[in-house]
């Protein structure tokens, strides 16, 4: 089964993807928490968020909390994937090596944890996702370039042609859309909006391409309460889960 959660935030929300967290969520669908295999984090994954050496099994960290916050993943009983946030440090992102994995590829962290592309197509135990991405940061104008603030965080013009294309010849049905922030649509389903992001403007271009059962987004740090799950096809999540 496959657990989704919004975003983690480096070692700040890291207690989405505990196992307290996730027994709690499968308790409440009526889940095995054993079945768990595979866990999505919607975007600001955070890790690594400051530089370190990367080889071919991924990162290496040196501050002491990303040594922590690494090893504690690697203990976790299931894969981790996550999608590209605008809180991400993409100067490193950009080093990650790539294995193939899902029908596509990936940018491997370590053994059981992965970077999902912006754009892509994959195939997770049996659904067909579309995976998007990034953000426009609101608060850029406090944070340092390469530091704390990366530009890369909204999609460019080859990535946004690439997804396009993609759809066009591959198929534009998928089971979900997995994304960072989501479309004006999705956004205003919890009371927000007149979005002045690219990444939203393309999220609602791609939404007219497309069918889908229902698209998963983080960024917003709000929560669509499990009874509202039937009735919308966007779900944006943070501290909660959903299972599939």
Not at 139 to 151: E, F, L, M, T
Not at 224 to 235: L, P, V
Request: include cysteine; hydrophobic fraction near 35%; charged fraction near 25%.
């Amino acid at each position: 089964m496959i657990y989704i959660t919004g975003d983690t935030h480096n070692t700040i929300d890291m207690s989405n993807v505990s196992g307290k967290r996730i027994k709690f969520c499968c308790k409440k669908m009526q889940a095995d928490y054993k079945a768990i295999s595979t866990v999505i984090i919607l975007g600001d994954f955070g890790l690594p968020w400051y530089n370190c050496p990367i080889d071919e099994n991924g990162i290496h960290p040196t501050a002491p909390t990303e040594k922590y916050l690494l090893k504690w993943f690697k203990n976790k009983p299931f894969t981790i994937f996550a999608v590209m946030g605008n809180h991400d440090n993409y100067d490193m992102i950009e080093k990650l090596p790539e294995v193939e994995m899902l029908g596509n590829k990936v940018l491997k962290v370590c053994d059981n944890v992965f970077y999902l592309k912006r754009g892509e197509v994959y195939q997770i135990e049996g659904k067909r996702f579309l995976i998007l991405g990034g953000a426009m940061s609101d608060d850029k104008a406090y944070r340092i370039p390469h530091v704390s603030w990366w530009k890369q965080e909204e999609m460019n013009k080859t990535e946004k042609n690439r997804c396009i294309e993609k759809i066009k010849q591959d198929g534009s049905s998928f089971d979900y859309v997995l994304s960072h922030t989501g479309t004006t649509k999705g956004i205003a389903s919890f009371g927000t909006s007149e979005i002045n992001d690219s990444t939203v403007t393309f999220n609602n271009n791609i939404e007219s391409m497309i069918s889908y059962k229902k698209w998963f987004f983080g960024h917003w740090h709000t929560d669509w309460e499990f009874d509202n799950y039937e009735n919308s096809k966007f779900i944006p999540l943070y501290h909660a889960g959903i299972i599939l």
